[in-house]
Structures are given as C-alpha cells and as structure tokens.
C-alpha cells in the first residue's frame, strides 16, 4: 500500500495508526442461539397514563410519553415530581385524551365548560370568556411563594387575551398574557398584573411560563429559557376559585391562539428544570405532527435479535439504507452508535446542524435523500420544492422530523410513508463477526446481540470496519502524483496565517506574554508535527459544532452571560490580537459562516478568519482516542470551546472585540426550537454530535481503491474504472485545517491554520464523480456480508469531495438496495447483480430518481 512510510507525530508511529486487519473467513451453516426478546422498560408513570387514556396509545406513542416522563425523572432535573397538572393535545388522543392530566389520572382532570373548539390536529381555540376547560385546581392550593405554570401556544393570536389562570375580584392571582401590545407579555404571580419591559422574545409562540420562586422573586420565560426576573410581592388571594386553560377564572379575557399544552406546579421549577420540561414537551408536541419512532433503550437484558440487515449507525446514509432495505421487502433492525442517545442524534449530521446543503451540480442531489428534502419542503415547510442551494437548504430540526416519520409505520400515504424499522439505542459496539453462512453477528457493549444476513455499516466513526477485522487506514495517504498530488501531509504549503475580513492576512503572536518564548505557546497552539512534507498524515479535519441559530428573537435561547464550564480566555487570545490589529473587523463569515437555511434560521460553521469554531488537533486526537470515554471528552472539549467562543465575544468585555462585530454577532442567537433532547451527557438546544468530518477507521482494500486521478482533469463521457455506479459527489476537494501551529515562514513567529486545503478541477464539466459498488465493499476475500458507504475505500482525496451528506445519502440507499438484492440472489456482495440493483433503484417511487451516471 502507498504510503507505509513511518513517520512521527507526538511519539506515535504510522505504523501504530495504520492496522491491516486480517482475513475473515465466513461462517456456514447454523444459526446460533434462538433470539431472545429485547425488553422495553417503562416508566411506572407511563403505564398509569397509557391505561388511563381514551384512545389507549400504540407502542410508538407510548415509548414517546416515556421518553418525556423519564426526562421528569432524572435526578439532576426532577420537574415531574412538581407538576400537579399537565394537558397535552394529541392528535392520536383527540379532546378526550386532552382531559387526562397525565401527572395524576383522575385527579384534577380537565371538565369542559361552553363549548371550546378542540381541532383534529391536536390543539383548541376558545371564541369567548364562558368557553374553557377547567382544571379543578383551586388557586390557594398553589404555596404563595413556589410555583411555576405555563402554556404552549403554535399560534401568535391576537393581543390582550388571557390563556390560563385564576384570579379574585382585585385581580390577585394566577395568569398569563403570552401576547398584549406591542409583543410584551402580561403575567400574575400571586399578585396583581405586571407587564414585561422586553418586547420582542414575547409574540405568543410556543412555551410562556411563569414562576415565583420567592416573596418578592418572579421569572417570566419563554421556550423554557429565562427572560425577565421582576420584583413583585406576592399577596394571599381574597378567594380560592380553579383555575381554568383558555381563560382565567374571575378575568374577562380569554385566549384567542392555538393551545396545545398547560402545565402547572405546586413547587417553583429552577431554571434548569424548566428549561428541560418546556423542551421536553415540545419535542413530544413535535412528535405528534409528524411521528413516534419505536425505540429500545440500551439494556443489559440478554436480549437476540435476528434480521436481514443489520443497520449500524445514525448518520443519514443509515437512515437511507434501513428504508430502503425495509421498501425491498427485508425485515431490518438499526442499532445506534455510542454517542447516539435519542432521535436528534440518528438523522446524522442532517440532524445535527447540517442543514445547508452544499454542491457543484445540485441535479446530483438526488434518491431518497432528495425525497426527504422534498417531503420537507412541501409538507412540513409548506414551501416550493427548488432544485437548487435555498431550496434544498432545511434546519436540522426538519430533517429530524423527516427520520421520525420514516420509521413510523403507521405513516402510509402521501411522500415519504413510514417504515416500521425498531431503533435500538447502545452504550457502544463492542464486536462484529462473521455469523450464519454470509452474515454479521454485532455485540454491543451492554452485551445484547444484533444479527444480520447483511449489515450495513454507516456511522461515522467506521467502527465496524475495525471491528470487522477489515483493512483500513486513519489519516492520509502518500502524496502522489496527478489528482493525489493533494495528498499527503501538506507542510508549510497547507499553513496560512489568520485572516481579516478589512486587514487580510495578520501576523498574530503565539506566547501566551507576546514575544516572549519562555511563557509557553497559547492553548490550541502546537509546534509543527515531526513530518515530511508528502509523508502520510494521520490528523483528522478538526471537529466543531454545526449549530442552529436564528436571527428571530422570539426563537432566541441565550448565549452564556457567565463563563461556561472549563472557559479559558486565553484560548481566544488569538482573536483578541487579531482583533487589535484589524480594530474595524465587522461581522461576517469571518467570525462565523452563517448560512439561512429557512426564514430566519441559520446553520452556523466555521469561519474563514481561520480562528473560528473549528477547534484545533481536535480531530488528531480523536484518531488517537483509544476509548469511547476519550472521544466522548473530546467533544465535550469542542462544546466547551465553543461555548467559551460565544461568551468571549459576548460577555467578557475584552476591549480589542469592536463593538460592531459585537453588535452584529448579537443579532443571531441559538435557536430555541432545535436540539430539543440532548439525553444524559449533551446540552439543550446543542447537538450531541460534534462534526467528524473523516472516518476514524476507513477502509482500504488492497483490491480497488478509488483515487483522484479516476476523477481529476477527465472529460464528460470518458470510462471509468467501474461504472457499478452507486453514489455521484459533486463537490470540490475541501479539506479543513486540522492543526494551529507557531513557525516563522518569513514574517517572524506567527500562529498559522494547517492542513486546509480547496481544490478544483475535479469531475469534468458535470462536477459529478460516480462512486462505484467496489469502494463501499471489502475485497471478497476479507468479508463477504458488510457494505460501508461512510468510510468506503477511497483515498483521502476523493473522500475530501464525496463526505457531503447528500453523496453519503446516495451511497446509504444503494447499500440498502445491495443488501436486499444480494440475499435474495445468495451472493456475496462483491457479486451482487448491478444491472439489477441499478434497474431496482431507478424504479423507486421516488420523485428524483438517483442519478447514478456510468462515465464521467
């Protein structure tokens, strides 16, 4: 193989990078142990509810109430434990599961008053003061200086109304105005009205609440998130009237929006428990629009399950593969990676801030990954469906809400209909072998068993090809010659100095006391890595956060206004003497790259001053990373710094930030509607996956590898070196920095970005590079029963241009595809028939078929 020379970086040999796993010869015959049955635990609370509820709730459903009544549970944010009453509408449940308070079954239920209108679609209206529901609870019962109560409105309504509350003849009392004049809201709390001073996070959207948490301490929030503490003496009520949802006892008023939740506590919620039931209820009321997944929780329980194919993952090329192996007619089981801990994280990096879709030729986005997009535009964004960059740009809460209703079953008809795939959640995956003739066997950490007459490999790590015993390699190979030209490690010709937007290239200092080499180097600073230029590197891209913001402020959460966990502020004094140097550097894609993805909504990435959020050596040492643990602290690191970024900029007063970029970056915020369930390790409103942007372990076979020179300088129309076509990239070769580090290349010492690289020149006049069956299988010899779309053998140079998602989707449907084809064939999936595969995957329902060109 090119490029086994042995070469240094911080004492660890190539030859310690690069593993050649042995061959793995197939098992025939016998099946092993029967499967076992996985168990599915629920919460004593579910149980009480689901028996309680009219409409009596399908599994789906039920596992979605378990999931929010497990997240009121958790000891660190133990919200359920205060709710007196709860009301959520469901449009599976109707009014009459909208009567049950789901807290206590029976006590405190809701009794219709008039005559409210309650909307098939799960949520009511009211059109005067006498139409309401009532919910029992007497005012007084409430303790005069702790509780918390709100409502979930999806509509702004109209300006002077009153949603929920109780009052007495002199106005002391319980309610809330999510929308008067002007979008402030109006609130009591024990006490007479008071009126918001902030007007723009209140327009009536969503969660309002309120909550006392003192004799004289108010909080009002919105989405869950803090907004205005006020200071307003709380009074004993003159009477002890019940309050009522869709007006307010004792108050003229009543509520003209859309409310589809209610909550009220008789102990004052803190903000972190209000912050995680607002988010917690939210992301079930999303659920009901669109669908319930049927999940398992990762448990110690024996359990076997036997399938056809044995999908690993979350990232989107598994959630193609999984549907379209169960559309071909195959029984199919998914088992999420060990960072994956709910929904949110099994849409892939689609879900995880990766909106915006990126490409040269935007015809190439195209399969079952464009069906999703289409199924967002037209269905849930109620949009044009376009063929181009804005069009097919969505947040990642929708593709979220896409991978919910494909894999619920109960979703028949209209684009995209639903699979019934069960989802199975893991602590890691521990081991895969070969098992019953041409099949994989995986056992996950906690020792359950998956088994698969074909398995799908599609995270994004590419662990299964390590635990396979399949060849692979971490990091880059050899520069070569032509199109691999660009491989390799890049040396001083891949180091760039930072940039400014008004300044262009600066010299920044890299001693932590300037021009000073005994103080040590800044944090996230190295000195450059003991390798020739051209030699193999083993760095991965550096990680970040694709993050959701919005420039909406009544979807705005909060940056951090105090030091977040582990801040250093001299891991942004970089920016600080870029800064000093270019005193007018304004807000832009410098900073941050903000790209609209819908409306107001953006999805944020590094930016091009190249001390952005792209966090340096962060991909090197997840290379290096020998446990789940180690990663798992990596990207803890990258959320830290992150962060540390935005409250830098934001609140730490460093003079050197000009105040217009300030000011500018002030007017984006984390979107309060995305990033819903960060599960037991992340942070609300922030995804759980860090961007991995290369493999950790990518295949490389000794039979076919694809290369740059199968794509760059060719002409349109030219032979391939296979046309078993199963994906086509269309984008250039973007490589990100992978390290920060300090030399003199002329201008005296300076930090410098390394290892980026753009380059163009690939694909012909078309910008389409076809993918052949050969780079996502191993050779024969090794294994016959895996296909692994997301680490497939090709070098670092065509990987550089194929990791786009939409490319990665393509190749997921395919592998789905394959694996349907080649069991019912029997064939090894080298062997499997392509004319078939392809005539099959241009015969799907789907409105963009996959464009899967044969030549260049």
Not at 654 to 660: K, L
Request: charge should be neutral; hydrophobic fraction near 40%; glycine fraction near 12%.
């Amino acid at each position: 193989m090119a490029g086994l020379k042995s070469s240094l970086r911080r004492g660890v040999s190539l030859a310690a990078l690069l593993t050649l796993g042995g061959a793995l010869v197939a098992a025939h015959g016998g099946g092993g142990s029967p499967d076992v049955p996985v168990t599915f635990a629920y919460q004593s609370a579910t149980t009480s509810l689901a028996a309680a509820l009219p409409s009596v709730p399908r599994e789906n459903r039920k596992k979605s109430m378990d999931r929010l009544i497990w997240r009121g549970n958790q000891a660190s944010k133990p919200w359920w434990s205060k709710l007196v009453g709860l009301y959520i509408a469901d449009p599976e449940g109707l009014e009459a599961d909208w009567l049950i308070n789901w807290k206590t079954p029976g006590t405190y239920n809701l009794t219709k008053v008039g005559a409210p209108t309650f909307n098939s679609t799960g949520y009511f209206t009211t059109s005067a003061n006498t139409a309401y529901y009532e919910t029992g609870i007497p005012l007084q019962s409430l303790p005069q200086n702790s509780f918390s109560f709100g409502f979930f409105s999806e509509t702004s309504g109209a300006v002077g109304d009153c949603a929920m509350g109780a009052q007495d003849a002199g106005g002391v009392g319980i309610s809330i105005g999510a929308k008067i004049a002007s979008n402030f809201a109006n609130f009591r709390a024990m006490a007479t009205a008071v009126s918001s001073t902030q007007s723009a996070p209140f327009n009536g959207l969503g969660f309002t609440s309120v909550t006392r948490d003192g004799p004289t301490s108010v909080r009002l929030s919105h989405h869950g998130v803090k907004k205005e503490v006020f200071t307003t003496a709380s009074a004993t009520p003159a009477t002890n009237p019940t309050i009522r949802i869709g007006g307010a006892a004792g108050n003229p008023s009543f509520s003209q929006r859309r409310i589809r939740c209610a909550y009220v506590c008789n102990s004052a919620l803190t903000e972190a428990e209000e912050l995680d039931m607002c988010t917690a209820i939210r992301d079930y009321l999303d659920k009901t629009r669109v669908g319930h997944i049927n999940y398992f929780n990762a448990a110690n329980d024996g359990a076997v399950t036997t399938v056809d194919v044995l999908v690993l993952c979350g990232s989107q090329a598994a959630a193609e593969a999984a549907y379209e192996a169960k559309r071909q007619g195959r029984s199919v089981a998914m088992v999420g990676d060990w960072l994956a801990r709910s929904d949110w994280d099994m849409a892939g990096m689609a879900g995880a801030g990766l909106g915006f879709i990126d490409a040269t030729s935007y015809t190439s986005v195209s399969g079952l990954f464009r069906e999703v997009l289409k199924w967002i535009n037209t269905v849930y964004y109620a949009r044009a469906d376009a063929n181009s960059q804005s069009g097919l740009s969505v947040e990642s809460k929708a593709f979220v809400a896409a991978f919910r209703r494909m894999f619920d079953g109960s979703k028949t008809t209209g684009t995209l209909p639903g699979m019934d795939v069960p989802i199975y959640f893991s602590t890691g995956w521990a081991g895969l072998v070969p098992w019953g003739g041409r099949g994989g066997e995986l056992t996950t950490t906690e020792g359950r068993k998956f088994r698969g007459r074909r398995v799908i490999g599609a995270d994004y790590e590419g662990k299964p090809v390590q635990l396979a015993g399949i060849p692979y390699i971490i990091g880059k190979e050899a520069k070569g010659t032509g199109g691999e030209a660009f491989n390799g490690y890049l040396g001083s010709g891949g180091m760039s100095l930072p940039a400014s937007s008004v300044g262009g290239a600066t010299v920044v200092d890299p001693y932590n006391t300037p021009a000073t080499p005994a103080s040590g180097l800044l944090p996230d600073v190295i000195l450059p890595p003991s390798i020739t230029t051209g030699d193999p590197d083993p760095a991965l891209q550096s990680l970040n956060f694709r993050l959701a913001f919005t420039s909406a402020a009544g979807t705005m959460a909060a940056f951090d206004s105090t030091p977040p966990p582990n801040y250093n502020a001299l891991r942004y004094e970089a920016l600080g003497r870029l800064y000093a140097a270019n005193p007018t550097e304004p807000f832009g894609n410098g900073v941050i790259k903000t790209d609209l993805v819908n409306g107001t909504e953006y999805d944020i990435n590094n930016g091009t001053s190249r001390l952005s959020t792209d966090v340096p050596q962060s991909g090197l040492n997840y290379s290096l990373a020998t446990t789940d643990a180690q990663r798992l602290a990596i990207i803890k690191d990258v959320r830290d710094f992150t962060r540390g970024f935005f409250y830098w900029h934001m609140f730490s007063g460093d003079s050197r930030i000009p105040a217009a970029l300030k000011s500018g970056l002030g007017g984006y915020c984390i979107d309060a509607t995305t990033f819903l369930d960060p599960g037991d390790e992340g942070v609300v409103f922030w995804p759980n996956r860090a961007y991995l942007r290369d493999p950790v372990w990518q295949m490389k076979n000794t039979g076919f590898v694809l290369n740059g020179n199968d794509f760059y300088g060719v002409a349109d129309g030219s032979a391939l070196r296979s046309n078993k076509t199963v994906s086509a990239s269309s984008y250039m070769m973007d490589q990100h920095a992978t390290e920060r580090v300090a030399i003199n290349l002329g201008s005296g010492m300076s930090v410098y970005s390394s290892g980026g690289q753009s380059q163009s020149g690939f694909g012909g006049a078309d910008a389409k590079c076809p993918i052949p069956l050969e780079a996502i299988v191993p050779d024969k010899a090794t294994c016959e029963w895996i296909i692994v779309p997301t680490a497939p053998s090709v070098t670092k140079v065509v990987w550089y241009m194929f990791r786009m998602e939409a490319a990665l989707g393509l190749a997921g449907q395919s592998a789905g595809m394959i694996a349907a084809v080649s069991i019912e064939d029997d064939c090894a999936v080298q062997d499997v028939d392509m004319v078939k595969v392809r005539t099959r995957m241009l015969a799907t329902p789907d409105s963009v078929l996959p464009v899967l060109p044969q030549v260049n």
